[in-house]
């Protein structure tokens, strides 16, 4: 394979990921808004896709993954089944958690991804940990761990990233900063320069790209996972994108200046940016809608394949529950 076919194939698949995961989470929202099958909140990723899609290129299967609320797109590109994914959103039997998680705790171990988290930031230290017993192990394995904006506000963000600092942990750090926490903009309570120079004064080398260039997020996140796997220790990868949405599906973000996301929509959408670096390659336009009708009729199937399935049985609902029993009986 020449350098320009495998440059063309990777830029394909970037893109194709990324419509994926777009009609993953424009199908969760239809069954969360229009068919009320989610009993929950979807928290959806629209717009922020080059991040998912450039970062998870560079990890292997067996790698850890650790993410948030917003993860649909982190474990989709991590090589999760969609179906165990939506079934697990509308609670149901073959869910990834056997339906008992939900959007906000998807977990597989079968690729690595060891939880989406909705506590904001708590995924930081979990992943410095994770990344602690590989090193203890002598694995070859890496982490990735991927959190928001706003969880670089909270506690354990110093507290994950000087501990991976201090142990040299085979780790990926990476704030995807949609410039929203949650319904306030970050900027606005985000004291210094923000995320990298946080990293950096740990002692962690940082890196920003634009997060909707799928790209030069692919390219940046290679050269960072080549040193990790050296032994060059963790990094901070600082990924600046645009939450398309509101916070969850059902949030219609009057908070935001009004033209801000249909301006963003029409200048900054990273498929539309993929789409232009392909048809720059020599892919026509009807190349490229079939990229994307793949993944429209792939979603959509896996949104009916997923409503079809029934419930878990009644008798499935203390399964898998921890029970240390009652303090009277001793068991602290």
């Known amino acids: 394979m020449t350098t320009a076919d495998h440059n063309t194939r ?10 994926r995961i777009r009609a993953f989470e424009e199908q969760a929202c239809l069954a969360a808004e229009r068919d009320k099958l989610v009993l929950g909140a979807i928290h959806p990723s629209i717009g922020q896709e080059a991040v998912a899609a450039g970062v998870m290129c560079n990890f292997n299967r067996d790698d850890i993954l650790l993410s948030t609320h917003r993860g649909h797109g982190h474990t989709l590109a991590k ?13 149901r039997e073959g869910g990834c958690c056997g339906g008992k998680g939900g959007s906000m705790h998807i977990a597989d171990f079968g690729v690595g991804m060891l939880g989406a988290n909705g506590v904001v930031g708590a995924n930081i230290t979990i992943a410095a940990g994770a990344a602690h017993g590989l090193k203890l192990q002598g694995s070859d394995r890496i982490v990735v761990d991927i959190f928001g904006d706003g969880a670089i506000n909270r506690g354990p ?9 201090v142990f040299d942990l085979p780790i990926l750090f990476v704030c995807e900063d949609n410039q929203y926490s949650a319904t306030t903009k970050t900027s606005s309570v985000t004291g210094g320069p923000g995320a990298a120079a ?39 990868l600082h990924a600046i994108t645009y939450r398309r949405t509101g916070h ?12 801000e996301s249909e301006h963003e929509a029409k200048t900054n959408d990273p498929i539309t940016r993929q ?8 892919l026509s336009a009807d190349e490229l809608d079939a990229v994307h009708t793949a993944a429209q009729s792939e979603m959509v199937q896996v949104l009916a394949d997923a409503a079809a399935t029934p419930f878990p049985a009644d008798d499935m609902a203390l399964q898998d529950v921890q029970d240390i029993g009652s303090p009277a009986q001793g068991a602290y």
Do not use: H, K, Q
């Open 10 to 19: 990777r830029a394909r698949d970037l893109l194709a990921m990324m419509e």
């Open 79 to 91: 090589g999760a089944d969609p179906l165990a994914m939506m079934r697990e959103l509308l609670g």
């Open 157 to 165: 963000f110093l507290e994950g990233v000087n501990w991976a600092s």
């Open 198 to 236: 946080r990293a950096e004064a740990l002692g962690l080398r940082a890196t920003t790209v634009d997060g909707n260039d799928a790209e030069a997020v692919a390219d940046v996140t290679a050269e960072i996972t080549a040193r990790i796997r050296a032994g060059g220790g963790p990094e901070m």
């Open 248 to 259: 969850t599906s059902f949030d219609p973000a009057g908070y935001r200046p009004e033209g």
């Open 275 to 282: 789409r232009a670096v392909l048809a720059g390659m020599g």
